[in-house]
């Protein structure tokens, strides 16, 4: 019995007793081992391209200024100059961000607990065995989530108004109390009524996912034990589901440091809100209204780190005690 040996790149591996009761092995190929990085070269084109990049020019421009000479006018008035870490001490000195990142926690102190609430109950609710028309329910649950936000804000705002809503007509005709939503404390509730209701059928559906993904086999040991649904729902499923309550619920953190939607479009129909009520409309407001586009990228980057410590802070407090749990 013989062989042919192999040569250059055509030569594969094998293992195995030849002829004489020896053993040997041929080189691996290596032929078409850089392909699949060829694959990843468009995905990290256009990561480098609309991430990196920008990240790098927004940080860049936060370390300079503008040099004005003179009254600012001609050519060469206006110079780009080294400014250090000047613009992000104006930024941590400046009370009327400050004013607006609490604004946003007491946004999100209403959201958040609403939304996931909700949400949560409904995947509940739709994961039940007597649950009728479950794909119709769920459908209707995550539709609002479909609605462009601008769309969804003008379609609130509108509802807002005294002179043109049906909720203001009705509450004339029966003599009762009709509350400025676009005043004061009430804004918070307005901003928060339109993010529950977009916001909520997304995360219902994460949690649905999730609950479906449990196998039926542990619901029937329960239920054999004599278990009741509302005690396989609080001692069974809701545990399962943690992790995915605590991905929704970093998914909205981030989400309410950035809500600037629903702000931005309903400020034109009131008098009542300021231009920079969220962070997002303070860095636009200085970027684009008052031209200060080296602040503006300070405050950006202070954001960004903001949003990256506390989303990571609260990973590892909830993975650490998922890992006690499991212990």
Do not use: C
């Not at 290596?30 to 391209?49: E, H, I």
């Not at 004339?172 to 977009?198: C, E, H, M, R, T």
């Amino acid at each position: 019995m013989t062989s042919t040996p192999l040569k250059g790149a055509d030569r594969i591996t094998a293992v195995g007793p030849l002829a004489g009761g020896t053993s040997t092995s041929v080189r691996p190929r290596r032929k078409g081992r850089s392909a699949p990085y060829w694959f990843l070269v468009p995905t990290l084109t256009l990561f480098a391209a609309f991430t990196v990049i920008p990240i790098g020019y927004a940080i860049w421009l936060s370390l300079h200024r503008v040099k004005v000479k003179g009254i600012g006018l001609g050519k060469g008035a206006r110079e780009q100059v080294w400014n250090g870490f000047g613009n992000y001490t104006d930024v941590l000195h400046d009370a009327e961000f400050g004013h607006s990142v609490l604004r946003a926690f007491g946004y999100g102190l209403i959201v958040i607990p609403t939304m996931l609430g909700l949400a949560l109950v409904f995947a509940l609710m739709l994961d039940t065995p007597k649950a009728r028309s479950a794909p119709f329910a769920r459908l209707m649950i995550f539709l609002p989530y479909a609605v462009p936000g601008i769309i969804a804000a003008l379609m609130w705002g509108f509802l807002y108004l005294p002179s043109v809503s049906p909720f203001y007509y009705m509450l004339d005709k029966f003599g009762l109390p009709q509350p400025d939503l676009f005043d004061g404390g009430n804004l918070y509730l307005s901003f928060a009524n339109i993010a529950v209701w977009g916001g909520t059928g997304f995360n219902m559906i994460v949690i649905y996912t999730a609950l479906r993904a449990i196998p039926p086999d542990i619901y029937e040991a329960a239920r054999l034990d004599g278990a009741s649904n509302l005690a396989i729902a609080l001692r069974i499923k809701i545990p399962i589901v943690m992790p995915s309550l605590v991905l929704t619920f970093f998914f909205s953190v981030i989400a309410t440091l950035q809500v600037f939607t629903e702000p931005m479009t309903l400020k034109p129909l009131t008098n009542n809100l300021q231009s920079t009520w969220s962070p997002l409309m303070a860095i636009y407001d200085s970027a684009f209204l008052k031209s200060d586009i080296y602040g503006a990228s300070a405050t950006a980057v202070v954001l960004a780190l903001a949003t990256f410590v506390l989303s990571f802070t609260l990973l590892r407090i909830s993975d650490r005690y998922t890992r006690e749990d499991r212990a």
